[in-house]
T-cell receptor, first 114, second 110 residues
Framework: NAGVTQTPKFQVLKTGQSMTLQCAQDMNHNSMYWYRQDPGMGLRLIYYSASEGTTDKGEVPNGYNVSRLNKREFSLRLESAAPSQTSVYFC?????????????FGPGTRLTVT | SQQGEEDPQALSIQEGENATMNCSYKTSINNLQWYRQNSGRGLVHLILIRSNEREKHSGRLRVTLDTSKKSSSLLITASRAADTASYFCATAGNNRKLIWGLGTSLAVNP
């Protein structure tokens, strides 16, 4: 049981480039979440998916798109990267259907945009 | 928006001592959770306390919740060097989202 996996672990992009962050969970959970973590800002929710086929905006969705590909996979896309998107990105999956239960996190993707 | 505010921001103790971290929040909650994050890693869930509970234990962890004061504390007893990490509180309301604090950085010195 790998839990929540994320790829890539590190990425450097130039301003304007695009990329997709991948996340997969093998716990058969319905919900999946994308956060970004910045120094002094804590964790901020970008998008979440309460179930397969649904996605909703979180606190900081601008500049991002998401796809819930199937129950296991939830990807985050940066269409035109900006330096303000330099951050550590975490995918998480709550144990139960709602986000208020304990969440299982992936190891993170460290993204630098120059 | 950040609801949980951890206090202190940083804490340095000797191995074997107890570490206490506090979390304050602003709105009503269904539960409050504590997570640990080791350097360069993802967050790991430690303990969840529901709004109708006052105290909960898990191994060397003790969490208290005072809903009248909108605050919680996490006590780690007999700390070890391996407890060195950042600790975050997160509050859960009715909207499928957790609201996170900024964390307490704990250093346990051997």
């Amino acid at each position: 049981n790998a839990g929540v996996t994320q790829t890539p672990k590190f990425q450097v992009l130039k301003t304007g480039q695009s990329m997709t962050l991948q996340c997969a969970q093998d716990m058969n959970h319905n919900s999946m979440y994308w956060y970004r973590q910045d120094p002094g800002m804590g964790l901020r929710l970008i998008y979440y998916s309460a179930s397969e086929g649904t996605t909703d905006k979180g606190e900081v969705p601008n500049g991002y798109n998401v796809s819930r590909l199937n129950k296991r996979e939830f990807s985050l896309r940066l269409e035109s990267a900006a330096p303000s998107q330099t951050s550590v990105y975490f995918c998480a999956s709550p144990r139960a259907g709602t986000g208020e239960t304990e969440q299982y996190f992936g190891p993170g993707t460290r993204l630098t945009v120059t | 928006s950040q609801q949980g505010e951890e206090d202190p921001q940083a804490l340095s103790i000797q191995e074997g001592e107890n570490a206490t971290m506090n979390c304050s929040y602003k709105t009503s909650i269904n539960n409050l959770q504590w997570y640990r994050q080791n350097s360069g890693r993802g967050l790991v869930h430690l303990i969840l306390i529901r709004s109708n509970e006052r105290e909960k234990h898990s191994g060397r962890l003790r969490v208290t919740l005072d809903t009248s004061k909108k605050s919680s504390s996490l006590l780690i007893t007999a700390s070890r060097a391996a407890d060195t990490a950042s600790y975050f509180c997160a509050t859960a309301g009715n909207n499928r989202k957790l609201i996170w604090g900024l964390g307490t950085s704990l250093a346990v010195n051997p």
